[in-house]
T-cell receptor, first 119, second 111 residues
Framework: GAVVSQHPSWVICKSGTSVKIECRSLDFQATTMFWYRQFPKQSLMLMAT?????????EQGVEKDKFLINHASLTLSTLTVTSAHPEDSSFYIC???????????????FGNGTRLTVT | GEDVEQSLFLSVREGDSSVINCTYTDSSSTYLYWYKQEPGAGLQLLTY?????DMKQDQRLTVLLNKKDKHLSLRIADTQTGDSAIYFC???????????FGKGTRLHILP
């Protein structure tokens, strides 16, 4: 089946530094990738939708300058948490699909997530 | 507020059936999903059902959809210790292809 690889699986960084998280679709071309954030004991919160070759669409309340998303190719999207602070510590998950909007032939597949801890 | 609601916790004895319930609000949702999340891992798609179906069965999993009541359930037969996880119900918003998740139901297996 479709595989989404997310790297790194965990990262610890100091406050003020930037961290990049990669999301790759291994055996399919992902026209759309989604980035989620999961708070402890809560559901996933959609942060942004990333379409290959265009700017990401951010959900309300998500800072574009803080969470930089790049979807440079059909198999790779990156999320960069800039000037990280302890409150950015969370579990970040990406998902990808190869569907065009309006076509529902396949569900989303998720990466294993990245645990970010900012000290 | 949340568009998808599910109870947060379920405790079941090993060997019994588990039934996880979910309600959603968007009647135009075309697909409804069940995902499983094991500790520290991402979400694994368990099964999904198209909105014109009432039931879907896949080995130990049975999904029931009541579109009139916007109610979705996941039944796991012969629950095993490996089924211990958080189960997320999700619906897709057809207009913009966004998936909306419930908060997840933590399934705890009793020996």
């Amino acid at each position: 089946g479709a595989v989404v690889s997310q790297h790194p699986s965990w990262v610890i960084c100091k406050s003020g530094t930037s961290v990049k998280i990669e999301c790759r679709s291994l055996d399919f071309q992902a026209t759309t990738m989604f980035w989620y954030r999961q708070f402890p004991k809560q559901s996933l919160m959609l942060m942004a939708t990333s379409n290959e070759g265009s700017k990401a669409t951010y959900e309300q309340g998500v800072e574009k300058d803080k969470f930089l998303i790049n979807h440079a190719s059909l198999t790779l999207s990156t999320l960069t948490v800039t000037s990280a602070h302890p409150e950015d510590s969370s579990f970040y998950i990406c998902s990808a699909n190869s569907r065009m909007i309006g076509s529902y032939n396949s569900p989303l597949h998720f990466g294993n997530g990245t645990r970010l801890t900012v000290t | 507020g949340e568009d998808v609601e599910q109870s947060l916790f379920l405790s079941v004895r090993e060997g019994d059936s588990s039934v996880i319930n979910c309600t959603y609000t968007d009647s135009s949702s075309t697909y409804l999903y069940w995902y499983k999340q094991e500790p520290g891992a991402g979400l694994q798609l368990l099964t999904y059902i198209f909105s014109n179906m009432d039931m879907k069965q896949d080995q130990r999993l049975t999904v029931l959809l009541n579109k009139k009541d916007k109610h979705l359930s996941l039944r796991i037969a012969d629950t095993q210790t490996g089924d211990s996880a958080i189960y997320f119900c999700a619906e897709i918003k057809p207009r913009d292809d966004k998936i909306i998740f419930g908060k997840g139901t933590r399934l705890h297996i009793l020996p």
